[in-house]
């Protein structure tokens, strides 16, 4: 790639030289500077369409030159950190699996709001689970700070059942509830873009449905009930609740500086440009990783486990069995081991580094 690039540099300095020096008696002349400008926009269209066709006649070779360097890198990285990812896989597996038996439809002996805690908890459990997939994915492929971006995600579903299995029913169903108004606001703000971005308009009984709807939660739950994780407001007996609110309510406000840095993967923040959690000792800030590495896995691996782990036997605590004790203490155990193998397999390559 970088060849052709080279190629087509010369290929355009030359051509802009030979330009010029057939014009050359017209240099000092008011009509050359929009002749350049023509020859210019002319000559680059037509390197452009010369660089797409060569891609597209050289794309088999170059993708299987790259599949093969990936193909080398995952299987290096696996050999690296495999007795880490089995036992997130592990505790991902036995987490799915315990959630599969919580049918909060089925469940005798519960009462209406514990329903409510049991399906709010199941929906969190679900998403969450898929969650923590994704992350295994973004592991195995050498993605750190995208494996730590979903985490956040996996963190804010944690604090989400803790939160509604302490405060209990009514709150579970108030959560639920809240789509509606998430909806609400997405629909507000797709008519304000839809024919820019050339969709349809949305029909006005569907509107009217929708405002009808919010209003009626309103009059539930109190104004407050539309602002911002509004189905948290009374709870926590304040008119603006942040996910920060939450965390400390549930006292996993110590998660806050993971949290904060995670965030930094989501959004456009300059401190993301100058550093990665996949380049070890980068204390000068001039090493730039644009792919994937076999370093930083340790943070967003153990996190992840945590986070599940919260998930997960939260739910299980909301109709205690003899089997779902067992489990909770399974799943609890397969954490400890996720997070203490993420972290010694990162400390013993920081020691092969520091070792040279």
């Not at 979903?150 to 059942?161: F, G, K, N, P, V």
């Not at 110590?254 to 300059?270: D, M, T």
């Not at 644009?290 to 943070?299: D, F, I, K, M, Q």
Request: proline share 2%.
């Amino acid at each position: 790639m970088n060849n052709w690039l080279n190629d087509i540099n010369d290929s355009f300095y030359e051509s802009l030289k030979e330009f010029i020096e057939e014009n050359k008696e017209k240099i000092d002349s008011e009509d050359i500077s929009s002749e350049i400008e023509e020859f210019v926009e002319k000559s680059t269209s037509a390197a452009s369409e010369v660089l797409q066709k060569e891609l597209n006649k050289n794309a088999h070779n170059m993708l299987r030159e790259h599949r093969y360097e990936e193909e080398g890198f995952k299987s290096r990285l696996h050999m690296r950190w495999y007795p880490a990812f089995d036992l997130l896989r592990s505790l991902i597996v036995l987490s799915e699996e315990a959630g599969r038996d919580f049918n909060p439809r089925e469940s005798e002996g519960l009462s209406d709001d514990e329903k409510n805690i049991a399906e709010a908890l199941t929906r969190i459990h679900i998403r969450a689970v898929r969650c923590a997939r994704e992350i295994f994915c973004l592991l195995r492929g050498g993605f750190s700070d995208g494996a730590f971006a979903r985490w956040r995600t996996l963190h804010e579903l944690a604090i989400s059942a803790l939160f509604i299995k302490k405060h209990g029913g009514e709150l579970a169903q108030k959560y639920m509830d809240y789509s509606t108004i998430e909806t609400y606001y997405e629909i507000k703000k797709y008519r304000e873009h839809n024919e820019k971005l050339g969709y349809e308009e949305i029909e006005d009984n569907t509107i009217a449905e929708i405002e009808q709807k919010k209003q009626d939660l309103e009059e539930k739950y109190g104004q407050n009930f539309s602002r911002i994780n509004g189905w948290a407001a009374e709870t926590l007996n304040q008119d603006s609740v942040k996910i920060v609110d939450l965390e400390k309510d549930v006292e996993l406000d110590h998660l806050r500086p993971f949290y904060n840095l995670a965030c930094q993967n989501v959004h456009a923040s300059p401190k993301r440009l100058f550093f990665n959690i996949g380049i070890y000792g980068n204390k000068n800030q001039q090493m730039l990783l644009s792919g994937p590495s076999n370093y930083g896995l340790a943070l967003p691996g153990q996190n992840t486990g945590i986070s599940l782990a919260q998930v997960s036997t939260t739910l299980m605590a909301v109709h205690p069995t003899p089997a779902r004790i067992i489990i909770t203490g399974a799943i609890n155990q397969f954490m400890q081991e996720v997070s203490e193998k993420f972290v010694q397999i990162q400390q013993q390559i920081e020691e092969e580094e520091q070792r040279g």
